[in-house]
């Protein structure tokens, strides 16, 4: 039900730890995810600690969901000395091709403990559904 965007992401992941580049708007880090069914919807569980809930916007373009947050950089007195700074910071986003499947007019947010998770109905038309039997309109006659 849903698509990877881009195969090479995990790798940018990587080098972007290993380089410790915070993500741009133009060059957005990837943000984890866990993707799963449960009963009649479809939920996706985004990893965002530390982010404010109005740094984060969702999109929904036909069947392109976009996930986008900003983790901005705690506000400090002048007299703080930083030892220390593994935290990522800097812009975070995820692109998911959404089946046809899917509701996407009524998908639901829920923002708690750092983690956004996004709930996606399976749409009324793909639900499976039983289809009667009934008789001949007009039977022909083999003469």
């Known amino acids: 039900m849903l698509m990877r965007t881009d195969p090479f992401r995990e790798l940018d992941r990587l080098a972007q730890q290993l380089t410790g580049v915070a993500g741009t ?9 866990d993707a799963y069914r449960e009963g009649e919807e479809y939920v996706i569980a985004l990893d965002l ?9 969702i999109d ?12 901005r950089p705690v506000v400090k007195s002048e007299d703080v000395q930083m030892e220390l700074s593994e935290r990522p910071l800097g812009v975070f986003s995820r692109q998911l091709v959404l089946a046809d499947t899917l509701d996407t007019e009524r998908i639901t947010a829920a923002y708690e403990a750092g983690v956004l ?12 559904r039983k289809i009667a039997i009934g008789a001949e309109r007009d039977p022909k006659q083999i003469g």
């Open 60 to 71: 929904v373009e036909r069947n392109m969901l976009t996930v986008r947050a900003e983790r």
């Open 49 to 57: 600690p530390g982010v404010a809930r109005d740094a984060i916007d």
């Open 117 to 128: 998770t996004l709930r996606i109905p399976i749409a009324e038309r793909a639900k499976p």
């Open 25 to 33: 708007w133009s060059r957005p880090s990837a943000m984890p995810m």
